[in-house]
T-cell receptor, first 113, second 113 residues
Framework: DAGVTQSPTHLIKTRGQQVTLRCSPK?????VSWYQQALGQGPQFIFQ???????QRGNFPDRFSGHQFPNYSSELNVNALLLGDSALYLC????????????FGPGTRLTVL | AQTVTQSQPEMSVQEAETVTLSCTYD???????LFWYKQPPSRQMILVIR??????QNATENRFSVNFQKAAKSFSLKISDSQLGDTAMYFC??????????FGAGTQVVVTP
């Protein structure tokens, strides 16, 4: 049973660039949530996708956008990268939008120079 | 708004001993979920234990157990018979209804031989 997978593992970008991170949910899960974890801090909720729509959003600017595909996989896009966007980006999936338990992927480490 | 507070930045424990991690939260809701996640150096966020607020009984998962005090808004985690593999950052998290997890700042647990 495959767990949550994310790609790439690491990437380095420069300020002003755009980046796309990818996530495949755990088998049987249809809801994907994204979190940003800055160094030394707990994860912060970015948004959640269900039925290809953004269902909830945290306190993040519009530079952060996402997409969910019919196979439930998801992308996180960040435009006009800032140094402060450097963080570990975690994807989590759950059995449904009403499910309480989320299972996390290994994360993507983004470094903005 | 809900907040989650973990007041212990770091805890050290010897192998086979017991350690208790503290977590308090602030909410006006009566129905919610609480979680403890473990994040080892690999950075993978792993679910340790979950608790539904409407259940009086404290959750237990093998060597991990919680002390849930709803009136005091307290949710501590006890790790019994500590093992070297328990060394990790432990995060307490809150979820109202469904959707986003709100995390505390984390407690680093170091298990020594």
């Amino acid at each position: 049973d495959a767990g949550v997978t994310q790609s790439p593992t690491h990437l380095i970008k420069t300020r002003g660039q755009q980046v796309t991170l990818r996530c495949s949910p755990k088998s049987g899960h249809d809801t994907v949530s994204w979190y940003q974890q800055a160094l030394g801090q707990g994860p912060q909720f970015i948004f959640q996708y269900y039925e290809e729509e953004e269902r909830q959003r945290g306190n993040f600017p519009d530079r952060f956008s996402g997409h969910q595909f019919p196979n439930y996989s998801s992308e996180l896009n960040v435009n006009a990268l800032l140094l402060g966007d450097s963080a570990l980006y975690l994807c989590a999936s759950s059995l449904s939008v009403a499910a309480d338990t989320q299972y996390f992927g290994p994360g993507t480490r983004l470094t903005v120079l | 708004a809900q907040t989650v507070t973990q007041s212990q930045p770091e805890m050290s424990v010897q192998e086979a001993e017991t350690v208790t991690l503290s977590c308090t939260y602030d909410t006006s809701e009566s129905n919610y979920y609480l979680f403890w996640y473990k994040q080892p150096p690999s950075r993978q966020m792993i679910l340790v234990i979950r608790q539904e607020a409407y259940k009086q009984q404290n959750a237990t998962e093998n060597r991990f157990s919680v002390n849930f005090q709803k009136a005091a808004k307290s949710f501590s985690l006890k790790i019994s018979d500590s093992q070297l593999g328990d060394t990790a950052m432990y995060f307490c998290a809150f979820m109202k209804g469904w959707g986003k997890l709100q995390f505390g700042a984390g407690t680093q647990v170091v298990v020594t031989p």
